[in-house]
């Protein structure tokens, strides 16, 4: 027999586990993103009301690029409530002091969002549930050929 292929043989367990560890560590950073999606809360925001972009904060972007990401403040019966944007541009879009459509949620104020911010959560959730369900549909096939391949070893011992 030739020795790669012996050696493939002996190390087809091996490979199955490390390939299921890959994919459930996959499911798990999507199920965790999922899961801070949701915390947003932007499904809860249904009342409109107006926000003020108060500054623009610089952040960098994943390959190094600054962005502007806007500070935004929302008056609401004479409470105040100030939050980061969730999303940043690199040129920003609205001034310093300029007023913004918001939905906010009336049960909990500081949560309120732009047009842009709901898509920009609506559209990272969906590509979470996405993968999760693509990671997870993966990991039963792999089980099954992890199964079918200990059934395969136990077989050639017996």
């Not at 899961?35 to 409109?48: P, Q």
């Not at 939050?83 to 949620?105: F, I, N, Q, W």
Request: glycine share 6%; net charge negative.
């Amino acid at each position: 027999k030739e020795p790669a292929m012996e050696f493939f043989k002996k190390h087809i367990i091996l490979a199955d586990i490390v390939l299921l560890v890959l994919l459930g560590i996959m499911v798990f950073i999507n199920i965790k993103g999922l899961l801070e999606c949701k915390a947003y809360g932007v499904e809860t925001a249904t009342e409109a009301g107006n926000a003020t972009v108060t500054e623009y904060v610089t952040i960098k972007g994943m390959f190094g690029n600054e962005h502007q990401q806007p500070v935004y403040a929302m008056e609401l019966d004479e409470e105040s409530y100030t939050r980061d944007s969730l999303v940043a541009e690199k040129t920003p879009s609205v001034a310093v002091g300029e007023s913004v459509e918001v939905l906010y949620d009336t049960a909990n104020p500081a949560h309120f969002y732009t047009e842009t911010e709901i898509k920009y959560a609506d559209n990272k959730q969906e590509g979470y549930q996405t993968r999760s369900f693509l990671f997870g549909g993966i990991s039963v096939v792999m089980i099954i050929i992890f199964v079918g391949d200990i059934k395969k070893k136990v077989q050639e011992k017996v």
